[in-house]
């Protein structure tokens, strides 16, 4: 059966049911409309010098925090709080820690790595110092739990207290190609993903072998993570997590294999499969970190747009942009404010554009839309991931989540770029507005590299909630085939996380307004929605909805 059968098969046995017809949804060119003018005015008083670039922490916040408040309460949104403000309080801790070496023992040998050339460390413990004391190594492969792939790396042994060697990415499974989705990274690849197992074992310290191409990125990106790192301060303050979180070179972990009397290529090779089990390498680790720590109290700014209808009103339909940036750093060509112009003063901008349209929209939107400004995107996704596991709004009431990192500045796209594209029934939303614009899905054309794990929106998808995480578009309107990649390689090269992201001359925002009504239109048909929009079956974050859902039903 084709899936048109399927669907006229289902439309006849809803129309038996009493259940009134859905509505029509608003088209796409009766949405109102989003005004680049207003948008490149936003985004000119949040990148100007006197925001100094918005550092979590500083003068930057206030004045940026400032002036959200101001635009949301102009555009009459109720506070997000649930205390009456438009601010939660997010805790963030400064962590850096001291040089220390890794020293590996079997018997009276030993082998020891240096800091920064060799292992980089770190504990996430808001403490003075952490450490493992002769902790026995066991080799984990990929260190993955994934049920819908039927993989499970662990197999019941007991790793309590042990230090875990994992490989970094997820396995290309040689008998089964399309396991953990083929050449695209699934979560279980990310390097966050490998600690949080090593947490959920009861393990004492994680430690990933890098390597380049599977990682995505050469050891230098690992080492810049000797400096300050910021996170979150849990009630536990973090204890919770491993002692010990680091990555190692992959020529010292050939040394270490050797030392244990195994093979690395060997193991690699093992560890693609489903048999695979830990491996004892009866060789222990020690290392003591120690800390210097500072604390800043930063904030995420929430507005509400409050659902007319009072049976779905207290369900939520969510937009995010992070507001923060750099703040003032290193000079480079005589300049030390990091404007962050395109990131992601610009995303702000749009979404206090959509907004004021949502304001506009007839009819008014069911059920309630949440504008959410994150802070600390740029130190590790802290902002949002604070919503995310302290939700002003239950998660299991939360739809959607739409997020805007950076916005088109270069003109009209035949195309929309979609990351993670085929993630979630949003993906299939958007795909229907865009077609209404006359334009194009484009896939992620680098899915190995696992971007759908680098933005806000990815703390929403890990506790379940689907999300949409689109990026520009490449396929410019008038313009040679080449200028897409072209204006996109010139923004890596030369703005990207520079004091020179600021705003261009030659700036055009008509893709961009393009790109926020198709973001209008599926946050708005969500909103109107009879069914929530689901995972696609297989997803890695499915389950984890799922089980939301079913206990949050009446009686459960
Ligand atoms: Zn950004």
Redesign the pocket.
């Known amino acids: 059966m084709n899936r048109l059968a399927l669907v006229a098969i289902l439309v006849a046995a809803c129309s038996k049911t009493s259940a009134p017809p859905q509505q029509a949804p608003v088209p796409l060119s009766q949405l109102p409309s989003v005004d680049p003018q207003a948008i490149l005015a936003h985004t000119r008083v949040l990148s100007s010098d006197e925001y100094e670039g918005r550092g979590p922490g500083t003068k930057g916040e206030e004045l940026t925090v400032r002036y959200l408040i101001d635009q949301f309460q102009k555009l009459g949104l109720k506070p997000g709080g649930t205390d009456g403000t438009y601010v939660q309080k997010v805790p963030l801790v400064g962590i850096t820690p001291a040089p220390a070496p890794l020293v590996l023992e079997k018997g009276s040998r030993r082998l020891t790595l240096t800091w920064k050339d060799d292992v980089v460390a770190w504990t996430k413990h808001v403490a003075n110092s952490a450490s493992i004391n002769r902790s026995e190594l066991v080799f984990v492969g990929y260190g993955i739990v994934a049920p819908e792939y039927k993989w499970d790396d662990y197999k019941g042994v007991d790793v309590k207290g042990k230090t875990l060697v994992m490989l970094v990415n997820d396995p290309a499974v040689p008998d089964d190609p399309q396991a953990f989705g083929g050449r695209a990274m699934t979560y279980y690849g990310r390097w966050t993903y490998k600690y949080e197992i090593g947490m959920q074992k009861g393990a004492a310290g994680v430690l990933i072998v890098h390597e380049t191409e599977p990682a995505g990125y050469p050891f230098e990106v690992v080492q810049a993570k000797t400096t300050e790192q910021f996170d979150l301060v849990t009630p536990d303050k973090n204890m919770g997590r491993v002692n010990v979180e680091g990555w190692i070179t992959r020529d010292r972990a050939k040394e270490l294999m050797t030392l244990a009397g195994q093979d690395f290529d060997a193991l690699k090779k093992q560890a693609a499969t489903r048999e695979f089990k830990p491996v004892p390498l009866g060789v222990t680790a020690s290392m003591t970190i120690k800390n210097t720590l500072r604390t800043i109290d930063s904030q995420n700014v929430l507005a509400k747009l409050e659902g007319s209808d009072p049976a779905l009103q207290d369900e939520y339909v969510v937009y995010t942009a992070?507001w923060d940036?750099l703040g003032i750093g290193p000079e480079q060509n005589g300049d030390r404010i990091y404007n962050?112009a395109k990131?992601?003063a610009i995303?702000v901008a749009g979404l206090l554009e959509l907004a004021r349209a949502y304001t506009k929209v007839s009819p008014a939107p069911k059920r309630s839309i949440l504008f959410l400004s994150v802070t600390a995107?740029?130190q590790g996704l802290l902002g949002s991931q604070y919503y995310a596991v302290t939700p002003v709004y239950p998660l299991r009431k939360t739809l959607a989540d739409i997020n805007m990192?950076?916005l088109n500045v270069h003109g009209r796209t035949k195309d929309l770029t979609l990351i993670g594209y085929g993630a979630s029934e949003l993906d299939d939303y958007a795909k229907a507005a865009a077609a209404e614009q006359g334009r194009v899905i484009r896939p992620d054309p680098e899915s190995e590299k696992g971007f759908y794990y680098r933005?806000d929106h990815f703390n929403f998808a890990k506790q379940g909630v689907p999300a949409l995480d689109p990026d520009e578009g490449t396929d410019f309107i008038g313009k040679p085939a080449e200028y897409g990649t072209q204006v996109r390689d010139d923004y890596t090269e030369h703005d990207y996380h520079k004091p020179s992201d600021v705003i261009k001359a030659d700036w055009d925002l008509s893709g961009a307004v393009e790109d926020l009504q198709v973001f209008f239109a599926v946050g708005y048909r969500v909103a109107q929605s009879a069914k929530y929009p689901d995972w696609k079956p297989g997803n890695e974050f499915k389950a984890t909805r799922d089980a939301m859902l079913k206990n949050s039903e009446p009686g459960n």
Request: charged share 35%.
């Open positions: 992070h940036h962050g990131d992601n995303g995107e740029e990192d950076g933005s």
